[in-house]
């Protein structure tokens, strides 16, 4: 599975934004997704996660209520809304793909997109 990240930006606080993933290969529905983000000098963190049918979705704290996993298997793309974005939310935001069990889970992830940018400030 390649992975190809699009959609990053800047954006005012409290403004909103959606990050799309697009997916090669015709496996992308046996995937489950995740989505994750690294700012300068920290380690990379999970941001949440949807199930390989979309029937379940998990979110970091940090994000949950504004941020919001979704997607469309039929044009292999997984897509994070995000809302209410704060300066903390700055980061590098990264999609990936897993067949495992702990979507919280750097380790689990097999396939990695590139990386978008997304920068809050006024």
Not at 3 to 26: W, Y
Not at 39 to 53: D, Y
Not at 74 to 92: F, G, H, I
């Amino acid at each position: 599975v390649q992975l190809q990240a699009s959609g990053g930006g800047l954006v005012q606080p409290g403004g909103s934004l959606t990050l799309s993933c697009a997916a090669s290969g015709r496996t992308f529905s046996s995937y489950h997704m995740g989505w994750f983000r690294q700012a300068p000098g920290t380690e990379r963190e999970f941001v949440g996660a949807i199930s390989w049918t979309g029937g379940n979705t998990y979110y970091a704290n940090s994000v949950k209520g504004r941020f919001t996993i979704s997607r469309d298997n039929a044009k292999n793309t997984v897509y994070l809304r995000m809302n209410s974005l704060k300066p903390e939310d700055t980061a590098v935001y990264y999609c990936a793909a897993t067949r495992g069990f702990s979507l919280a889970t750097i380790t689990t992830y097999d396939y990695w997109g590139q990386g978008t940018q997304v920068t809050v400030s006024s």
